[in-house]
């Protein structure tokens, strides 16, 4: 008997060991860091967060295989902050923590949010610390090595000039007049023909808008603002374009309601000059510029750096 339960116990141990091997594995190394199963598949729900939960069995492999690319980076970036000495400041943790929980209505509701990422406070903290620590790494290694010259915006405006093109635009204003349950087309129409006849004696526009219009631009007179043509539904662009400034037109219904719209300005097509688009430009050379040399300089990073990865020799 003692025998046979020595066997059981001996098989159990062997299943268990046989079980930790598939579950809990170094799927990775990363100079002298090691990164388990376990470690992975936390950065996966950090990151995915109930969604990891519904990712179908055929594209696990393909996740796993870019969430560890993501790790390893992450170790990489670490391991350099740690090799510059760079440290961060409590004022700076502080700031970054504040500059977050403004995103949430109430300290119960960010305190939730922790919760739901699995988070404690210090923890939170910790996390907060090496991604300035890292941003700080990431400026003085490649962003503070970018320059956009003078040359490269004017180059980049003549070669995409029509994107800085400024189609038609009208300014135009509205008088709504709702249908629902408790008004029938019939009589948002003979509402709207009343403000017609009105507005044909002289009646002053914005004033009708505020008492009568239910539209969501009442309290201002009714106006919508800068509009492209294409911004509209066909058969009401067709209308608004083909009224004269100051002109307003007749009754126009749609599922919506009733309105009368009032053409208040309109500009014609043009080229927006350089000096307009200058800084967008040279925000997007520059964002641009960053993400080439900021791959680069993490592929030199990886390359000098032992890296170990044997996540796919789990499923040899």
């Known amino acids: 008997m003692k025998k046979i339960l020595c066997g059981i116990l001996f098989f159990l141990f ?10 809990e594995r170094i799927v990775a190394v990363v100079e002298d860091e090691i990164i388990m199963m376990s470690e992975l598949k936390e950065f996966i729900a950090a990151n995915l967060g109930e969604a990891a939960e519904w990712i179908p069995g055929e594209k696990m492999d393909a996740v796993q295989v870019y969430a560890l690319d993501r790790l390893i980076e992450q170790k990489l970036l670490q391991n350099e902050v740690k090799k510059r000495g760079i440290e961060v400041t409590q004022e700076k943790v502080e700031q970054g923590i504040s500059t977050i929980k403004e995103r949430f209505a109430s300290e119960e509701e960010f305190q939730l949010a922790l919760q739901a990422q699995g988070l404690t406070e210090e923890e939170f903290r910790k996390n907060i610390a090496e991604e300035i620590a890292v941003a ?15 040359e490269e915006i004017e180059a980049s405006y003549l070669k995409n000039k029509e994107i800085f093109r400024v189609p038609p635009q009208v300014e135009i204003s509205q008088i709504l007049i709702r249908v629902g349950e408790d008004r029938w087309l019939a009589e948002a129409e003979k509402k709207g023909a009343e403000l017609l006849e009105k507005l044909g004696e002289g009646a002053d526009f914005a004033s009708l808008a505020r008492e009568h219009s239910d539209g ?3 309290e201002a007179g009714g106006t919508l603002g800068l509009i492209t043509r294409r911004e509209l539904p066909p058969e009401i662009g067709e209308i608004v374009f083909a009224l004269e400034v100051g002109e307003f037109s007749d009754l126009v219904v749609t599922p919506g309601g009733v309105h009368i719209f009032r053409l208040d300005a309109r500009y014609e097509e043009r080229q927006k000059e350089l000096a307009e ?8 050379l520059f964002a641009r510029k960053m993400r080439q040399r900021y791959q680069e300089w993490l592929d030199a990073l990886r390359n000098k750096s032992y890296v170990r990865i044997m996540l796919m020799e789990l499923h040899d």
Do not use: F, N, Q
Request: hydrophobic share 40%; charged share 40%; aromatic share 0%.
């Open 14 to 23: 062997l299943a268990g060991v046989s079980e930790a091997r598939i579950v």
């Open 136 to 150: 700080t790494l990431v400026k003085r290694e490649v962003s503070d090595h970018i320059r956009i010259e003078d």
């Open 216 to 218: 969501p631009t009442a």
């Open 277 to 284: 688009v200058e800084r967008e430009i040279r925000r997007t």
